[in-house]
């Protein structure tokens, strides 16, 4: 068995100990499954139990709490109790921040019953906005367009492309102005849903 030095005490490496003995933490662990399913239905959980046993399962060897959790080749009670309640008020608390809505509050609508006038506004504002994009130069195009289209953020795109941020954010302050200077009339007529007055 190796030794260990963890905060200047001597500590056996747990990990080479448990694999000596032929059988792994996580064997040990789950010996004793059901109860630490019926430890976790103790607190109140009783649809997700079994992930939540998991899931601490998963925490255990992410903080490399091995040694913790199984001492001398058995499972730790009170550690365990201790993770898995902690693992289940985190869970709470997750579920809790999670909005529920009615389908009641949501109106259905088709393309069928929204205004055609908004349809066509939007076609024709989207053409004069590309016509517009055709006179800038490549760069400042492909940078505007992968802004205001793409999933990632100025910060990412600077990370990944090792373009300086504020470069990024100078030349889409630019192109924004652009647009809306050569476009300030139909960009006005949209925003005030006056559809027809753009052609």
Not at 49 to 66: F, G, K, M, P, S
Request: glycine share 4%.
């Amino acid at each position: 068995m190796r030794i260990l030095r963890t905060k200047n005490k001597a500590c056996p490496d747990t990990g080479a100990f448990l694999y000596s003995m032929g059988k792994h933490w996580l064997e040990i662990l789950n010996t004793k499954h059901a109860e630490w399913v019926d430890m976790v239905r103790t607190f109140g959980e009783y649809t997700y139990c079994e992930d939540l046993v998991q899931e601490t399962y998963l925490r255990i060897h992410q903080a490399n709490a091995q040694d913790r959790a199984v001492i001398n080749g058995k499972a730790n009670k009170g550690f365990m109790y201790i993770a898995l309640r902690n693992n289940h008020i985190n869970f709470a608390k997750q579920k809790a921040k999670v909005k529920k809505y009615q389908i009641e509050d949501f109106k259905m609508t088709s393309r069928d019953e929204a205004p055609t006038e908004w349809y066509i506004a939007n076609d024709i504002l989207e053409a004069k906005i590309r016509s517009v994009m055709e006179n800038w130069h490549w760069y400042d195009r492909q940078l505007f367009i992968l802004v205001a289209t793409g999933p990632d953020s100025m910060r990412k795109i600077s990370r990944d492309s090792r373009i300086s941020l504020s470069s990024i954010s100078n030349t889409i302050k630019k192109c924004r102005k652009r647009l809306k200077d050569e476009l300030n009339e139909e960009f006005e007529d949209y925003f005030n849903k006056d559809y027809k007055q753009i052609k």
